[in-house]
């Protein structure tokens, strides 16, 4: 099976950065989309940005301009890089994967969360 990995989670004040880490491991012959997602108090899951293989990326309208998703492809990896913060992305941050695994006789699709990690922005 494929495990996530994350990382860079922490408390920062309003107008502060932070930089969040995904580092997928398994039997994986590709990565087809990687997505962020956040969850705060009270509210449901949403997407943050998904960033396909091709490099196409997309984001909430509320992080747009401010997020940026990237990606290692030699270390299996997507980042989000997070600036300007606000009180309002205060959240667990869920890391999220659409794989192709090794598999016999053929390889087969494979979807993975990670465990999430959280960010707290105080004003």
């Known amino acids: 099976q494929v495990q996530l990995v994350e990382s860079g989670g922490g408390l920062v004040q309003a107008g502060e950065f932070l930089g969040l880490s995904c580092v997928a491991s398994g039997n994986i012959f590709s990565i087809n989309t990687m997505h962020w997602y956040r969850q705060a108090p009270g509210k449901q899951r949403e997407l943050v940005a998904a960033l396909t293989s091709g490099g196409n990326t997309n984001y909430a309208d509320s992080v747009k301009g401010r997020f940026t998703i990237s990606r290692d492809n030699a270390k299996n990896t997507v980042y989000l890089q997070m600036n300007s913060l606000k009180p309002e992305d205060t959240a667990v941050y869920y890391c999220?994967?659409?794989?192709?695994?090794?598999?016999?006789?053929?390889?087969?699709?494979?979807?993975?969360w990670g465990q999430g990690t959280q960010v707290t922005v105080s004003s």
């Open positions: 999220h994967a659409d794989l192709t695994i090794r598999q016999l006789p053929t390889p087969v699709d494979y979807s993975c």
